[in-house]
Structures are given as structure tokens and as C-alpha cells.
């Protein structure tokens, strides 16, 4: 990752992420797949929803028949982070076209975002438009296909647990927050951790009370209050 904010910068910069989009596309299409899903609404759920962990929920809902009221209730409070996600990473197109913004910002998943975030650290906090749109469509088209293919392969794989697909994001998002730590010189080591540490001790005790996204959208908002008290004593 260099600091060029190119259009074929971007396609170049989400690379990585993508293997963390097949990983779980391919899990969720045989998911769809076992549940009787067929390839045209696997295709148009990755298109309209595009949200892995809120497709799952959409899944299972739909296999439990849950009313259409509690699915997109479920659905919102899943992505509810994704609020906090386009705040932060608005402040640096406020010069660009409403049209613009909502372009950016509807394809804005949390791999281009935690992208965006490391891209920062190499271009004095600026983003362009362009790049984003890169990183944003190559991701959105990779998910699609794979989904697609993850439900044309469902036949074959039964337990897509047994490959570690469930894991692609995990370990993706590890690889994220390394580089996030290693290439931000704005805030020491320490306070990196410092926030690291308190957001997993906060994720393990509001996991006991809350929905993992619930608790996970919580976490966030402690760890960004944390993060404000001990950055000044950098």
C-alpha cells in the first residue's frame, strides 16, 4: 500500500481483503443452498443486502418463518455499525456531492472501511473519491460471484465448517488491525493496545448481556470514548 489515491490504486489496495469476501460468500451461497435457496435470490440478496453476517440472520429467519417486520428489524440492528463507520469516513469527502457521498457510502462494508482507515496512515489523512469507488465495487462484485458459486457448489460441500471458511473474516480482520497498528504513527504503540485490550475486555463482559452485534456496536462506542481520555497523553 503506497500513497496513491488512483482508481487502479484502489483496485490494487483491496486485493487482500478479497480472500476474506470468497471465504464467507462461498460459505454463505452453500448456506443458501442448504436451505433451499435458489441461485437467482442468493444473487439478488448479495446484490440488494450485501451484508454477510445480516445474510445468515436473513437465512435462518426465512427458514424459521419469521414475519418480514422482525427480519428487516434483525437485518438494521445487525449493520446498525455501519452508522458509525460512514460518520467517520465522511468527514473526509464533506467536499464532495451529496450523489457522491451516498455512492461511497452505500457499498461501504467494514473490510473497505478498516482499508480506508490503513490507507490514511500513507496519504496524511486525505481519501478520494475514486479510490474508494475501486475498493468498494471490486469487493462488491468478488462477494457476489462468490456467494453465487458457494450456492452452485452447495451440493457438493455440506459443512463448509470443516474448510474454515468461518474463520475468513476473523483472520482477515486480524491481518487489518496489524496493519493498522504498524503503519499509524499519529498514536504510540501503547495506546494502540490500550484500546485493543479495553475493546476486548468490553466485547467479553457486554457479550453476557447483548447480541453479538449489539455488543459489538457498544464496544465500539466505549472504545472510541477510551480512546478520546488516554490519546491526550500521548
Not at 13 to 37: C, E, K, Q, R, W
Not at 112 to 120: D, Q
Request: aromatic share 10%.
Amino acid at each position: 500500500m503506497d500513497a496513491s489515491l488512483t482508481f487502479k490504486s484502489g483496485l490494487k489496495d483491496v486485493v487482500p481483503t478479497l480472500f476474506g469476501y470468497i471465504g464467507v460468500g462461498l460459505a454463505m451461497g452453500i448456506v443458501a443452498n442448504t436451505s433451499h435457496l435458489s441461485v437467482l435470490a442468493v444473487l439478488l440478496m448479495s446484490l440488494i443486502v450485501y451484508a454477510g453476517s445480516a445474510q445468515f440472520i436473513i437465512i435462518s429467519m426465512l427458514l424459521a418463518g419469521s414475519p418480514v417486520s422482525a427480519i428487516v428489524l434483525s437485518t438494521f440492528l445487525i449493520n446498525s455499525r455501519m452508522i458509525l463507520m460512514s460518520l467517520s469516513i465522511a468527514q473526509y469527502f464533506k467536499k464532495e456531492s451529496l450523489a457522491q457521498n451516498i455512492a461511497l457510502g452505500s457499498l461501504l462494508t467494514d473490510e473497505t472501511f478498516a482499508l480506508s482507515m490503513n490507507k490514511l496512515n500513507q496519504t496524511h489523512h486525505q481519501l478520494r473519491p475514486r479510490w474508494l469507488h475501486a475498493a468498494n465495487i471490486i469487493a462488491y462484485l468478488v462477494w457476489a460471484v462468490a456467494t453465487v458459486v458457494g450456492c452452485l457448489l452447495g451440493n457438493l460441500i455440506t459443512d463448509p465448517n470443516q474448510f474454515g471458511l468461518d474463520f475468513a473474516v476473523v483472520g482477515m480482520f486480524i491481518g487489518l488491525l496489524y496493519l493498522q497498528i504498524i503503519t499509524d504513527r499519529s498514536k504510540s504503540l501503547k495506546t494502540q493496545l490500550l484500546v485493543v485490550i479495553f475493546v476486548a475486555i468490553a466485547m467479553f463482559f457486554l457479550m453476557r448481556f447483548f447480541p453479538g452485534n449489539i455488543a459489538l456496536l457498544i464496544a465500539a462506542l466505549l472504545g472510541c470514548g477510551f480512546g478520546m481520555v488516554v490519546s491526550p497523553h500521548d
